[in-house]
């Protein structure tokens, strides 16, 4: 038997060279028994969608009303309500998946001279 390069056996099965590379190192660790393999990836939701939105619509704050909220405090009440605990990022694709979050650019940097410092460095150039 002819023994193949991965990258020709990932052409042929049409997955990619590291999938190959995976499979080949849990058969030679385990055998048979390494190619079962239980993908654990998708849904990983912590309340249904139906009670999420159910939660968000009894905080009292609508989406699409345009008010202005932190999501530190959004965030607490949520978590008080459902009793759940979210991560800021999983929160924020809460919000995303029920249209809630809309990113607003901050007016000026937090860091920025005041405007009569940039004045009086405009004067101190040479000419």
Not at 57 to 63: E, R
Request: hydrophobic share 35%; aromatic share 8%.
């Amino acid at each position: 038997m002819q023994r193949m390069k991965e990258s020709d056996v990932a052409k042929l099965m049409q997955v990619s060279k590291s999938t190959v590379g995976r499979v080949c190192a849990a058969y030679k660790l385990q055998g048979l028994k390494g190619l079962d393999f239980q993908y654990k990836g998708g849904n990983s939701r912590k309340l249904p969608e139906a009670e999420e939105k159910r939660i968000l619509s009894d905080l009292g704050v609508d989406a699409a009303s345009g008010q202005f909220v932190r999501v530190s405090e959004l965030l607490a009440k949520f978590e008080a309500a459902s009793g759940v605990h979210y991560e800021y990022t999983a929160f924020y694709y809460l919000l995303r998946r029920h249209n809630w979050r809309k990113v607003v650019p901050r007016g000026r940097h937090p860091k920025a001279a005041d405007e009569a410092t940039c004045e009086a460095a405009k004067k101190l150039t040479l000419r």
